[in-house]
């Protein structure tokens, strides 16, 4: 019966979802294959105490009906029984916990590592800072804001994917160094078993040796607050040398960065690039077409602040506003980005202040 | 327990009440001992191992990797980062070394910087002799200053530890501040944003 | 339970001294009646789990597909939180209490609770605390959508300007419950019918002791932990601020320190009532009445020892996890001592499958079930994969939907008649229970598949790859929600019209209440019953 409603079901929604994983990952480390494992074993323990239980309480519904003429016997006590199902127990719990003692060792390695990550929770998006290489950015969300809408199909990794992924070197013991900015997130990628919360004003730290390159997805796993369902964590494993030349990508494009930011650029290119910049970093709270929401989040269209000095807002961008969930942008964005999305709050979205910004005068 | 008895009611309601107000109290004592607690075990590294410490002995047969990271949390405008990223050091010997701080902003600000240590297991042996998170700190607007860290690993730090990452996140105390202190600030007709 | 013989004092209906209830609205308003708080209590019960029942299924409808259909995530947020709040607090607690109101009394031979007034007192606070609650949802800024575990700082520098007249809600409710345990333990204690001793006393009664201690231990120290809150977002203080040296972590201590326990003051009076319908539908005395008793309080006392089981994931030094991880493991040998007796009492009885029956055998299966679930989750290192999944959240619901709910149907079909004077609708009450059952599985059951497969909690849009299992669960939703429909009709049937029940009942009922005529009178036991 299940069966044919869940393939009524299938039917009914529109693409072909059909994916009817039922089990844990079991993971591309050593140690996610161990927690596997355990998971396997404490699984089979209780389906035989089950199968145990089940079977004699189902036994005794068919057997013992009073319609079947069965006759209730007085017994009501059994001290042998009552100890050996009490101690029984006992000892298989106390076989189960030895195991998964000897894994919590193994998650708990100090040793030194290899490459060093700082990962902030930021509402709603992760911080990524590579502790020896100068590398620092953050990563959003990618996917369309249509496809969660349901006004475009979507995509296979519909809110698993993100601009920037975490790049990570395999077989390399890989530290995590976890915090939060705001408030409690969790890091969680099923793949590496790595689970861990980010908590504001407090560092917690978590390891991985990846053996396979590829691409693990996960998500943050703490309610957040209104977008917590839109943080997706995505790792992008590469090997030893691919890793390297991602690094030295990553610099090259930093200097790039910084010239482009005393370019003179003019409306329409700041106001096209701040649309961008806009849905992905703004968009969340004050919402793509501006209108905010009451009571939470402001409106840009017609605010004071969006159609009053520019270097005020310029100012709110950059520095955010205590006190509130205005973040300060000015980690996040580059000044090239930071120009081009005052300025499109500035002539877009119902506001026409015709004044626009240049990168060279963010910087401070 | 032939008969209702009003008085053995009342004397019995009258003590479960009493229990009831003391769990009240307990759920706030839970709050200092949830410090000792952390005391003991190093949970969350919060601010303890503070001031002087005598250590003779300097462990020579090994060198701990000591880590500097720094958080802004909130909407701290602050640029904060130390200025080296880790030091080796020896367990015993008292190291020192700044961080770096500059408010960008245009009012004058006081932050704090909460310290935390991982892995929690190594907290316990990390002595912060003396250290700018003991106090607040403030900073006229556009100033920039370094700000010293003098620390001790302790010899008794397991052997397999061999990094210790210390965290500081820094948070904007100005607003509270403002009740208790007359601040000297210049910009006082500026609108805040 | 030993076999219970009474001298009945013979009932006189017209005695001067016992006058029925007042009539109208003041009767409800003033009354001191236990049977008529009990019924108050139950009937807000039922209001609530529609409301929160309403909640659940505007969840599963916006769960039903990916994409965002229906409502806002932050609307999204406010509906989990809410409906967790409701059913936790005015749902499953309430219907207990008042099980305890009706029942306890009757059972132990006493002419009503032991404080009437304050009785009166702590069920009439209860509506004004929802109301509260409720009355957010039309607040700006909306509703509490922190989660009901409230976790700071979410629920304090980053909540919705409602979070004080949440807190508000909490500590009227709080001090409900309070007075209602203080007043259940002063009954149970001082006014049990002469014979009746300790280890004479219907298992529901034990369970409800044991509960009512664990609520004057907890509730306190919720009312603490919102307390804390209300400080820092009004007074300045800084006990989960990091800022002011405070931690958000001690947050969840506190709260788990009364959550845990506040999960078995959830499920202690279930376990009470299945103990006392299995008994009766298999004819044949409970196997192991003082094992029971000692499974029950032991359950309790390691309650308050395992609380950081819920937080394996927050950064704890070793020994704490390992020491959580072996407490929690503890607790499932009390409860599997309980559930091995239960089938002992089957095993060579003589079982009728009445509705009430059929309630407690499927709470025996799927509250299994979800101990099974909680066993794998109290594997430390392996809840590093469960936690904050839907697989929490299939097990959570296993133990309470068709563990604490279940329990309360079937204590609701078990003592109706003799509420009601009137027998039970049989074939109404199988309907209900196969329509509840079969929902109740499709519903929760997917919920392990997608929590492994890495669903977490609380999103209110999802991958693709969980999208099947979604649907399947959000149908399953449906279907039990509207099922409750047959529930509340056969309530309502059963109040109106019916066959006259019989003082007993059920053919294998055993203890005091039953041996009082049904619909039982408005005052019973004004003399105390002999037992012997």
Not at chain 2, 41 to 51: D, E, I, P, R, S
Not at chain 2, 54 to 68: A, G, H, L, N, Y
Not at chain 2, 136 to 158: C, H, N, S, W, Y
Not at chain 3, 302 to 314: D, E, G, K, N, R
Request: with cysteine.
């Amino acid at each position: 019966m299940t069966k044919a409603l869940t393939l009524a079901l299938s039917l009914l929604s529109a693409p072909a979802w059909a994916d009817w994983q039922i089990n844990m990952n079991k993971g591309v480390t050593a140690l996610s294959r161990e927690i596997f494992d355990l998971h396997m074993l404490i699984f089979w323990i209780c389906v035989v105490i089950g199968v145990a239980v089940f079977g004699v309480m189902f036994y005794s519904i068919f057997k013992f009906r009073k319609s079947k003429g069965a006759v209730s016997e007085h017994w009501h006590e059994n001290t042998t029984v009552e100890v050996v199902w009490t101690v029984i127990p006992s000892i298989i719990l106390i076989a189960m916990a030895i195991p998964a003692t000897a894994t919590l060792m193994d998650m708990y390695d100090t040793s030194e590592a290899d490459v060093e990550i700082q990962v902030t929770g930021y509402q709603w998006k992760w911080r990524y800072q590579y502790l020896d290489e100068d590398i620092d950015y953050f990563s959003n969300l990618a996917t369309p804001r249509e496809e969660i809408t349901n006004e475009a199909s979507k995509n296979p990794n519909y809110l698993l994917e993100v601009d920037n992924p975490l790049v990570i070197p395999a077989n390399k013991k890989v530290r995590f160094l976890i915090t939060a900015n705001d408030v409690i997130h969790s890091w969680w990628v099923p793949h590496f078993a790595v689970k861990k919360d980010a908590i504001p004003g407090f560092i917690n730290e978590s390891w991985v040796k990846v053996e396979e390159p590829g691409v693990y997805r996960g998500q943050c796993t703490e309610l957040c607050g209104k977008d917590h369902g839109f943080m997706p964590v995505v790792v992008e494993v590469k090997s030893e040398s691919d890793y390297q030349q991602w690094v030295s990508d990553q610099r090259a494009m930093k200097l790039a960065m910084a010239g482009e930011a005393s370019k003179e650029f003019s409306m329409d290119e700041l106001v096209a690039k701040g649309e961008g910049v806009y849905n992905t970093a703004c968009a969340g709270c004050h919402q793509p077409n501006g209108q905010g929401i009451p009571g939470a989040f402001p409106a840009i269209t017609g605010s004071t602040i969006a159609t009053g000095a520019i270097d005020a807002h310029v100012d709110i961008i950059v520095n955010g506003k205590p006190g509130t969930a205005m973040q300060a942008f000015k980690e996040q964005l580059s000044a090239v980005d930071i120009a081009a999305v005052v300025t499109y709050q500035r002539n877009a979205l119902g506001n026409s202040v015709g004044d626009l910004v240049q990168p060279n005068t963010i910087q401070n | 327990m032939a008969v209702h008895n009003e008085n053995h009611t009342k004397r019995l309601s009258l003590r479960l009440a009493t229990a009831a107000i003391a769990m009240f109290g307990f759920g706030f004592a839970l709050v200092p001992l949830y410090d000792v607690f952390c005391d003991i075990t190093g949970l969350n590294g919060k601010n303890f191992n503070q001031g002087p410490i005598q250590i003779s002995t300097v462990d020579e047969s090994r060198t701990v990797k000591v880590q500097f990271i720094t958080v802004n949390p909130g909407n701290m405008p602050w640029n904060f980062e130390p200025t080296e990223r880790s030091i080796r050091v020896s367990p015993g010997e008292d190291r020192q070394t700044v961080f770096y701080a500059k408010n960008p902003t245009t009012n004058w600000m006081v932050a704090q910087a909460v310290p935390s240590v991982t892995p929690s297991e190594a907290a316990p042996y990390l002595h912060k002799v003396n250290c700018f998170c003991f106090e607040r700190q403030p900073l006229e607007a556009g100033a920039d200053t370094e700000m010293p860290l003098l620390f001790i690993v302790d010899p008794k730090l397991p052997e397999h530890i061999s990094t210790i990452t210390l965290s500081y996140a820094l948070y904007d105390l100005t607003d509270n501040q403002k009740v208790t202190q007359v601040k000297p600030n210049k910009d006082k007709g500026r609108a805040r944003l | 339970m030993a076999t219970v013989d009474v001298d009945l004092p013979h009932v006189k209906e017209d005695d001067p001294h016992h006058h029925g209830p007042a009539r109208g609205l003041g009767r409800w308003l003033y009354t001191t009646n236990h049977k008529d708080i009990g019924s108050m209590y139950l009937i807000f019960s039922l209001c609530m789990f529609m409301i929160g029942g309403i909640m659940a299924l505007i969840i599963r409808a916006e769960l039903f597909q990916p994409g965002l259909q229906l409502v806002e995530p932050n609307f999204f947020n406010q509906m989990t939180t809410m409906h967790g709040l409701i059913m936790v607090f005015g749902a499953v607690m309430p219907a207990f209490v008042g099980l305890a109101n009706w029942m306890i009394p009757m059972q132990v031979g006493a002419p009503d609770m032991a404080l009437p007034r304050m009785n009166n007192w702590s069920f009439w606070i209860l509506p004004f605390a929802f109301l509260i609650l409720l009355s957010s949802l039309f607040m700006p800024g909306g509703a509490p959508n922190f989660g009901w575990t409230f976790y700071a700082p979410l629920s304090t520098t980053y909540a919705p300007e409602s979070v004080t007249f949440f807190i508000f809600g909490v500590h009227i409710m709080g001090a409900s419950s309070i007075m209602g345990a203080i007043n259940i333990i002063a009954t149970i204690l001082n006014m049990r019918a002469p014979g009746m001793t300790l280890l004479k006393m219907p298992l529901f009664v034990w369970t409800w002791l044991i509960t009512a201690f664990l609520l004057i231990a907890v509730m306190p120290v919720l009312a603490g932990v919102v307390t804390m809150m209300l400080m820092d977002i009004h007074f300045g203080t800084s006990f989960f601020n990091a800022a002011g040296g405070g931690d958000p972590v001690l947050f969840q201590h506190v709260f788990w320190f009364f959550g845990h326990p506040e999960v078995y003051i959830m499920i202690l009076p279930a376990f009470g009532i299945i103990s006392e319908i299995i008994p009766t539908f298999a004819r044949k005395r409970l196997f192991g009445y003082a094992s029971m008793v000692y499974a029950v309080a032991s359950i309790a006392l390691l309650s308050f020892v395992v609380w950081a089981h819920h937080m394996f994931t927050v950064g704890m030094p070793l020994v704490g996890e390992v020491f959580f991880m072996f407490a929690t493991m503890l607790i499932a040998v009390p409860t599997g001592v309980k559930v091995f007796n239960w089938v002992a009492t089957m095993f060579r009885g003589s079982l009728t499958f009445e509705t009430p029956m059929l309630f407690a055998l499927a709470f025996v299966v799927l509250f299994t079930i979800g101990g099974f679930s909680g066993l794998m989750l109290a594997i430390a290192p392996a809840d590093f994969q469960y936690h904050d999944t839907y697989f929490v959240v299939a097990h959570f619901h296993y133990v309470l939907v068709p563990g604490a709910i279940f329990s309360i149907m079937a204590a609701t079909y078990y003592w109706l008649p003799k509420w009601t004077g009137h027998q039970l609708n049989e074939t109404m009450g199988k309907i209900h229970f196969w329509l509840s059952f079969v929902g109740v599985n499709i519903t929760f059951f997917p919920m392990h598949f997608v929590g492994l497969a890495g669903m977490p909690r609380r999103i209110p849009d999802y991958a693709l790859q969980f999208a099947d299992f979604n649907s399947m669960a959000s149908v399953g939703a449906f279907i039990f929600g509207f099922s409750q429909l047959v529930f509340i009709y056969n309530v309502i049937q059963n109040v109106r019209v019916g066959e006259k029940a019989t003082a007993q009942v059920w053919e294998g009922a055993q203890g005091l209440e039953w041996t009082l005529p049904s619909p039982a009178p408005y005052h019973t036991f004004s003399t105390p019953p002999e037992v012997k």
